[in-house]
């Protein structure tokens, strides 16, 4: 028998008798009265920097305020063909980009992470690989709790998808907390009202 | 191999390093509470986890096919190991079959079981680990010593001597920003140029055939996306029935590990991207022999947070290296004697049963009492020393003898008080590291019969 088949087969032999289920109540979940400043003070104190933007216009003009010796990549206000340049950069190219723009898809309060699948990022390596990631996202966008999170997304739509929360990070040296690691050395969340 | 006893020894003996081990873990748990107590639901959560996880063990075989067939409608191949020797041969066959030279590797406690570094080094094969953590173990040729903080037994200078060896910083430099910089520099040649990466699983999704991978530095990420194969090796305990039930154990996950509201990055990965190969290789290597007993089968509920580690008394102050094994803590003292009892039988004793690691736990395993039914079926299968053995036998006639049991009490207050180096020498145990007691006038039961009537 193939290692597929015992596993299988002692699994049944061995699994206790049947349990059923929990119900999830998302009536005794913790809520939030103002989502936004909830998910600007979590995500504040992971690292990350909230920047508030009221109209389309100064939104678009922060997005092009960027010098021209800065690798900017924007996935936003790309056409359709820079968008496939995007999707077909390699590793050692996406390593020199210093200022990705990518869009949020959902935000969630209690922790600061965003969702973001495929579709958004583009190219799945940019939102890891780049030195600064920039993240555009609409307040209405902010749900409280992750169980909420999961209630509006698909995780299986696109190949790959990810909550992100702050910029990469680790404590692996004596606990002292450092930004930047191996991906962002920042994240900003562009918040659109 | 020395026993957890004798390797606990050797680490304490730096009480100065003992203390700042002891203190810095102490300080994690406390993270972890300040999170907990920010959520008015814990506990729900904490019963919601608990039961999601009872749920799937009770219908794993079914899960486990469900899982296999979507994962394999996403297009990613699914591969069945009954023992770490068969995860390793999958793996080192890809490797081969493909032709890879550069492998990249980030945190998976699965793989540390299994060995897979050693055996493909064994086999010529290099492979680097990304997590700075395991990085920095890496090249010290250490195991990790805790399963969130793997490097947590090194301070800063141990680091700098490290990286001053294997990446040229400037020696003496201890600044963790200074060194974090040029392991980036140097794990990124590596990300860039990486064929096959292999990353652990925090969750499988049976429903929808995909799973989770959750890091703080992204190194997962950063070499999945890359290379043209991606490796996910995971025991098959990993399995959740729905993605909806990931929204509990999101929440539970890093609040008990390091008191984060959530990682940096929780990815979900389903299918590879154009061009790419996706694997997973799903571990039995004990698991369903641990299912089929009732006492221990919750220990697969585990979601790794290791929290029990960072509240343990005898983990903060023994270090994960005086376990031995590569799940350390009150956890793997539960998790290791199933994989191997005569070699592990000495772990269920490394704890002082004071229940700290049940009362952290996410999806509440009964920690401290199936360490206690381990040391019952340790001593019952004859693998504890002749010493304990005889001291327990003794301990068991003196017990069940009261007459013998007040005469023996009134002996050793005697002795205590008239010589006390009887007891205040190497040959006792009890002496060893403390002072003993001064010995009362009399015992509790002369007390009790004297103030009875009052």
């Known amino acids: 028998m193939s290692s597929r088949e015992n596993i299988l087969k002692a699994a049944l032999e061995n699994q206790p008798a049947f349990v059923a289920l929990p ?49 900017v990549i924007n996935t936003i206000t790309a056409d359709a063909e820079g968008l496939a340049n995007i999707n077909k950069m390699n590793s050692v190219q996406l390593e020199a980009v210093d200022v990705a723009y990518v869009r949020g898809a959902l935000g969630v309060a209690e922790n600061g992470a965003v969702w973001m699948d495929e579709n958004a990022m583009v190219n799945r390596l940019l939102p890891f690989i780049c030195q600064h990631l920039v993240v555009v996202l609409k307040v209405n966008e902010i749900v409280p709790t992750m169980h909420h999170a999961y209630q509006k997304i698909e995780v299986n739509k696109t190949g790959f998808g990810s909550f992100i929360a702050g910029p990469s990070k680790t404590a692996d040296i004596e606990q002292s907390l450092v930004i930047g690691a191996h991906g962002p050395r920042s994240l900003t969340l562009l918040l659109q009202f | 191999m020395k026993s957890h006893a004798e390797a606990a020894a050797e680490f304490i003996k730096d009480g100065e390093r003992t203390d700042w081990h002891d203190e810095t873990l102490w300080f994690v748990r406390a993270k972890r509470d300040l999170a907990a107590h920010g959520l008015p639901e814990w506990e729900q959560l904490r019963d919601w986890a608990s039961e999601i996880k009872n749920h799937t063990l009770s219908n794993i075989s079914q899960y486990l096919t469900a899982f296999e067939k979507n994962a394999n409608a996403n297009g990613i191949t699914v591969h069945w190991a009954a023992d770490a020797e068969e995860h390793n041969r999958i ?62 037994h090194l301070k800063k200078q141990d680091v700098s001597d490290t990286f001053h060896e294997f990446l040229h910083t400037e020696k003496g430099n201890n600044d963790p920003q200074y060194l974090t910089e040029a392991a980036r520099i140097h794990l990124r040649d590596h990300f860039v140029a990486s064929e096959l990466a292999i990353t652990g699983v925090n969750f499988a999704i049976a429903e929808t055939g995909g799973f989770v ?125 199933n994989l191997d009892m005569k070699a592990n039988a000495d772990l269920p004793f490394a704890s002082t049963l004071c229940g700290s690691c049940s009362n952290v736990c996410p999806v509440k395993i009964d920690i401290h009492e199936q360490l206690w039914k381990w040391r019952q079926v340790i001593v019952a299968e004859g693998y504890v020393g002749a010493g304990k053995k005889l001291s327990m036998q003794g301990m068991g006639f003196l017990f069940s003898h009261p ?16 010589a006390p180096f009887m007891v205040n020498n190497r040959l006792n145990p009890w002496y060893k590291q403390r002072e003993m007691p001064a010995p009362p006038k009399e015992s509790f039961g002369e007390w009790y019969i004297k103030n009875r009537k009052k």
Do not use: W
């Open chain 2, 213 to 337: 991978v959750c890091t703080n530095e992204g190194n997962a990420d950063m070499g999945a996306h890359t290379a043209k194969i991606h490796v996910a090796c995971m025991g098959f305990e990993k399995l959740i029935p729905k993605a909806e039930h990931l929204g509990v154990f999101l929440r539970l996950l890093t609040r008990s590990a390091t008191g984060q509201p959530i990682t940096t990055y929780s990815s979900h990965f389903h299918r590879p991207r154009p061009g790419q190969q996706m694997h997973i290789v799903i571990v039995d290597n004990g698991r369903t022999r641990q299912l089929g007993r009732p006492d221990f089968r919750n220990s697969l509920k585990c979601i790794r947070c290791a929290a029990c580690f960072n509240t343990c008394p005898v983990y903060r102050r023994s270090g994960g290296h005086s376990y031995h094994t590569a799940v350390a803590g009150p956890i793997g003292s539960i998790l290791n004697p």
């Open chain 2, 91 to 152: 793996i080192h066959k890809l490797i081969k079959d493909n032709g890879i030279e550069k492998i990249v590797k980030s945190k998976s406690m699965l793989t540390e079981e299994c060995h897979l570094n050693e055996y493909l080094n064994h086999h010529g094969i290099a492979t680097i680990d990304t997590d700075l953590g395991e990085r920095i173990v890496q090249l010290r040729q250490e195991p990790p010593s805790h399963i969130v903080l793997p490097a947590i």
């Open chain 2, 403 to 418: 007459n013998l049991y007040r005469f023996a009490g009134k002996m050793g207050r005697f002795f205590m008080r008239i």
């Open chain 1, 23 to 71: 119900q999830i109540n998302l009536e005794s979940v913790i809520n939030y009265e103002n989502l936004a400043a909830q998910f600007d003070l979590i995500l504040t104190r992971i690292g990350g920097t909230v920047e508030h933007f009221e109209d389309e216009a100064s939104l678009l003009a922060r997005m092009a305020s960027h010098s021209p010796e800065e690798f």
